[in-house]
């Protein structure tokens, strides 16, 4: 049985222009909120790792030299000791590599000649974010949802808390979701016009590029696609440069062609998390995306879909759901749910096309508008209600305060400063000059190779620490003993310089 087109659909009524008015109000309201909120700037490892990515790409080159002090290089050093977050060691020694994959960076890069890389990674996130609506109400229209219930959908996904919280930040996850959707839904169309088949291939491979486990997708694109020889050739020929650039790109900086900058990523899995997963997922699903959600779970047993509809959103939710069960960062905290974002148009879908077969069977058309109408209500103020108390949209302002910090170094702390640090090595990276030492991989073994590295070059020691790293770890402390002062701060951030002049023990 093919998917209905929905093209096939009746005219619009009457209303339908003040209805897609309104819809554009709501969408420019919805980005002036996102941009207000906006922080996707180079953070912590993720985000300054993308960003300095998307640098590495604009340069040509994907190796990079440590900024090491005079008389420790980095051959003498601790592997990780002048290794900001977001880069590993490259192979060879060859001086350092990004961690993360490309895709992010990729299109951060593309929109660079137009908002500049001060705001790229606003531009991109937020771009995205309102690309996964459409994309949510293109999934629901193309699996039968009329138009205001592809729209209820996409309110689903878009007023989530967690969609909210990863569309203000230089992440993957929004980004994921959007090229996830849009490859079924391409794969879905291919089915009237196999032509859709070649750009189901290039957002599919878009999609690896962003997150090599976004290989998943190749379920739903599957069952979409169906047994046809020719759609499933236009699907390769489709991501064909995608694959040809993810493999020249590993070559260039890992050495091997199915190299990716992860490493073994399979040591962090094991069954011992899924329980957690199990029970996070029970307890924050339906509350990120409204108890709506949960009425997918009888999809499998709703007739009046088609087996293939039933089959694409089962396939496309269990395979993200039951990956990342063992995954040991899903159990821990409801904002890890984002792994599963890429399936979270699906989740809405499923969840409405079960909820309408259940109005379909109340007895006058008064009720039905009224019990939808409530389901409208719930999703709008239940989303709101848990954003307010998860704080969704801080973080933006949050991720504000490495490039401010950035800032206020370059304004107050010598040039030739080595910086004790370690979650704001990224960020250090990207928008300064500035030489720093990573605490984590300072210790009794290298301790007085370090110091001695520091008086030879006459260079004076700061640190910048994070509450976590001062109060937690009792840093600078107990890294490089010494007399420490602070000498400023930028919001919760510390930054102290040590006398060179003070006995240490």
């Not at 109400?137 to 729209?151: C, D, K, P």
């Not at 879908?349 to 309408?356: E, H, T």
């Not at 301790?447 to 700061?462: M, T």
């Amino acid at each position: 049985m093919d998917f209905p087109d929905a093209q096939t659909t009746p005219a619009r009524p009457a209303h339908g222009l003040a209805a897609a008015l309104l819809a554009a109000a709501a969408m420019a309201l919805y980005a002036w909120v996102l941009a207000s909120h906006a922080g996707a700037v180079a953070g912590g490892s993720d985000s300054s790792g993308y960003m300095n990515h998307a640098r590495l790409l604009a340069s040509g080159n994907l190796h990079v030299q440590p900024r090491a002090i005079a008389g420790l290089p980095q051959a003498s050093a601790a592997p990780y000791l002048y290794v900001p977050l977001g880069f590993r060691p490259a192979p060879g020694g060859d001086g350092l590599v990004p961690t993360y994959p490309p895709g992010l960076s990729l299109l951060i890069l593309a929109l660079e000649p137009i908002a500049g890389w001060r705001h790229a990674g606003d531009a991109t996130i937020i771009l995205h974010a309102l690309a996964g609506l459409l994309a949510t109400y293109a999934l629901g229209r193309s699996l039968s949802l009329e138009r205001r219930w592809a729209a209820l959908a996409a309110a689903m996904v878009g007023l989530s808390p967690i969609y909210l919280y990863m569309s203000v930040q230089a992440m993957t996850d929004v980004p994921s979701l959007v090229w996830t959707t849009l490859a079924v839904v391409a794969a879905l169309r291919s089915r009237v016009r196999p032509a859709w088949a070649l750009a189901a291939g290039a957002a599919l491979a878009l999609d690896i590029l962003l997150r090599p486990a976004n290989v998943l997708a190749f379920l739903p694109v599957a069952v979409a696609l169906g047994a046809s020889p020719r759609r499933w050739s236009l699907v390769a020929c489709g991501g064909l440069p995608g694959a040809a650039f993810f493999f020249a790109h590993n070559l260039a900086a890992y050495g091997r062609f199915a190299e990716t900058g992860y490493g073994d990523v399979w040591v962090n899995f094991a069954a011992a998390y899924v329980p957690g997963s199990l029970r996070l997922y029970a307890r924050w699903l339906p509350a990120l995306f409204t108890p709506l959600i949960v009425l997918g779970l009888g999809l499998p047993w709703l007739p009046s879909e088609s087996l293939r509809t039933r089959w694409l959103l089962a396939a496309w939710i269990l395979a993200y759901a039951a990956f990342y069960a063992p995954y040991y960062c899903t159990q821990e905290v409801w904002w890890y749910l984002r792994f599963l974002l890429p399936a979270a148009p699906a989740m809405a879908v499923a969840g409405l096309l079960v909820l309408r077969a259940l109005l379909g069977r109340v007895a006058g058309r008064a009720a039905r508008q009224w019990l939808f109408a409530a389901a409208v209500v719930l999703v709008l103020a239940g989303s709101l209600r848990v954003t307010r108390s998860l704080h969704a949209l801080s973080v933006g302002r949050t991720e504000l305060v490495y490039p401010d910090l950035a800032e206020w170094m370059q304004k107050n702390v010598p040039r030739d400063a080595v910086c004790l640090s370690m979650q704001a090595t990224g960020a250090l990276f990207y928008y300064t000059d500035f030489t720093f030492l990573r605490w984590d991989f300072v210790d009794r073994g290298n301790l007085a190779q370090v110091e001695s590295a520091l008086r030879k070059s006459g260079r004076p020691l700061y640190a910048v620490l994070f509450p976590f790293e001062y109060n937690e770890s009792r840093l600078p402390q107990s890294a490089m003993p010494g007399r420490w002062t602070e000498v400023g701060g930028v919001s919760y951030v510390r930054i102290l310089r040590r006398d060179p002049d003070a006995p240490r023990p």
